[in-house]
């Protein structure tokens, strides 16, 4: 039994194989598995153990970056609700937040900008590394492995324990993303590729390496800009998802933070996590118009197929960054022309908001509803779609894998298992198997 712990904040637990019972502690409205150990059936026992595959309902470290609500809807960065900071906040100013805590003076502000687009270039052996790549190589692919890449240009980064080179790491691997995805782009397609251009803003940059032609200058358009910028605030942190969740595993074996953000990006490729928004993009050419959207919810009723786009884990009500989102795509759209796709969006949305089966599950859009709509306007391809979500991210994971580094609790991640194989048994040489 553990002592000293007050009634009100224990749970009482009765193990009815042995009519024992143990006080566990309650901190923060939760319990620590570990406390779990003492319940035994005798001496040789190990202990209990909890059970929860994809981590549906267990916390696995303590975090001050981002605060979510889903039932309510709520997400904030720092403290700072993500409707404003989408309204008055740049990426970049984000970033600092994330990784600092804190909002940056001024100054703060301009030298962490400056340190980032001082990292913007990348070796010219990288370039060398993305040639060898096939002509059609997905640019996820090629940033896994570039990303993964940079510990070998940067040995360097392995000094984890060093803050001054944790963050310069952190400054690198910012810097350093727009140009990789863009290189990765280009690639793909088989243009050349387009040095940064530093007097352009972080996004305006990024556009600038994306789609610069022959022009001397390439000079974003202030609206475009703007709303890719906003969406990179969007990505930046979400807690403990997926790749998160691999960012601070890998990083717990205490290995440089380009290998284990290679692992997040490599995480984020999977159509479960970046990828949804192409999904929503496919869903809606399949509709094809208005007319079908009736018989497309119908189906989705039926349990025929799931409606992309909609729902989530974590949110049990309106995704917050989707409603930024619909906003931005009027924007948008101004500019680049209506997305035909976007009418269909619509209308899905007003049924499936309304159809009793939605309500009931309390299926929303998410964050991939609308996004796919917009970066396709922009010119982006669909391939791309992840790309993005995962230099937006950046700052979050980096955030993540500090913090994981600097709590004194963590230690190597290493879960438990239920054996569900064989019990021991004798080796039979090659010549007497059947
Ligand atoms: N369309 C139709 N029904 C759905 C949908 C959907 N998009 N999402 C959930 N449901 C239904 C399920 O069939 C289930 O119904 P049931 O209780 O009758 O069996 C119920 O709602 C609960 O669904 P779960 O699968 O248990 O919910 P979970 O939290 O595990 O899944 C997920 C969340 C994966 C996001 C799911 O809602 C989904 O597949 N959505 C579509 C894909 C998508 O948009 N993914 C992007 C997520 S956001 C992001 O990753 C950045």
């Known amino acids: 039994m553990v002592k000293n712990a007050k009634?009100?904040?224990t749970l009482t637990l009765i193990d009815n194989r042995t009519g024992r019972s143990y006080e566990i502690p309650i901190q923060s409205?939760?319990?620590?598995?570990?406390?779990l150990r003492q319940v035994k059936i005798d001496e040789s026992d190990f202990g209990m153990v909890s059970y929860d595959p994809a981590f549906l309902n267990t916390a696995t470290c303590r975090s001050a970056i981002t605060f979510i609500d889903g039932d309510k809807g709520i997400l904030q960065?720092?403290?700072?609700p993500i409707e404003e900071l989408a309204e008055n906040s740049t990426f970049v100013e984000v970033a600092y937040l994330l990784i600092h805590g804190e909002l940056p003076s001024k100054f703060q502000l301009r030298v962490w900008i400056q340190d980032i687009t001082q990292h913007t270039m990348l070796h010219e052996n990288i370039k060398k590394f993305m040639d060898g790549f096939h002509h059609d190589a997905h640019p996820m692919g090629i940033?896994?492995?570039?990303?993964?890449?940079?510990?070998?240009?940067?040995p360097d980064a392995k000094n984890i324990d060093d803050p001054a080179c944790r963050r310069l790491q952190v400054v690198r691997l910012i810097g350093k993303m727009p140009t990789l995805a863009a290189l990765a782009y280009r690639h793909s397609?088989?243009?050349?590729?387009v040095y940064p251009d530093n007097d352009l803003s972080y996004s305006g940059n990024f556009l600038s390496m994306m789609f610069k032609m022959v022009e001397r200058k390439y000079?974003?358009?202030?609206?475009?800009?703007k709303a890719l910028d906003v969406l990179l605030i969007l990505h930046a942190d979400h807690e403990q998802n997926a790749s998160t969740n691999v960012i601070r595993c890998i990083g717990s074996s205490h290995v440089d933070p380009f290998s284990a953000a290679a692992g997040a990006v490599a995480t984020l490729y999977g159509p479960l996590h970046g990828g949804a928004n192409e999904q929503v993009l496919r869903m809606l050419a399949e509709i094809g118009s208005i007319d079908n959207v009736k018989g497309y919810i119908d189906s989705v009723k039926k349990g025929e197929r799931r409606l992309m786009g909609f729902g989530h884990r974590v949110y049990r009500n309106y995704d917050p960054r989707a409603k930024i989102i619909k906003r931005i795509a009027e924007h948008v759209f101004e500019v680049t022309g209506r997305n035909p796709l976007l009418d269909i969006a619509l209308e899905l949305e007003k049924i499936a908001l309304n159809e009793d089966y939605f309500v009931q599950r309390k299926l929303y859009p998410n964050v991939d509803f609308y996004t796919g709509l917009i970066y396709q306007a922009?010119?982006?391809?669909?391939?791309?779609f992840p790309v993005l979500f995962a230099i937006g991210r950046v700052p979050g994971w980096m955030a993540q894998w500090e913090e994981?580094?600097?709590?004194?609790?963590q230690k190597i991640a290493r879960p438990r298992q239920i054996y569900t194989g064989p019990v021991v048994r004798k080796y039979i040489p090659l010549d007497k198997r059947a």
């Open 189 to 193: 397609v088989g243009k050349p590729y």
């Open 29 to 35: 409205g939760t319990l620590r598995a570990m406390d």
């Open 404 to 409: 994981m580094l600097k709590d004194s609790e």
């Open 143 to 154: 940033l896994v492995s570039t990303v993964s890449g940079l510990s070998t240009f940067y």
């Open 77 to 80: 960065y720092r403290g700072y």
């Open 219 to 225: 000079n974003p358009n202030p609206i475009l800009e």
């Open 378 to 384: 922009m010119g982006f391809p669909m391939e791309l």
């Open 7 to 9: 009634k009100e904040e």
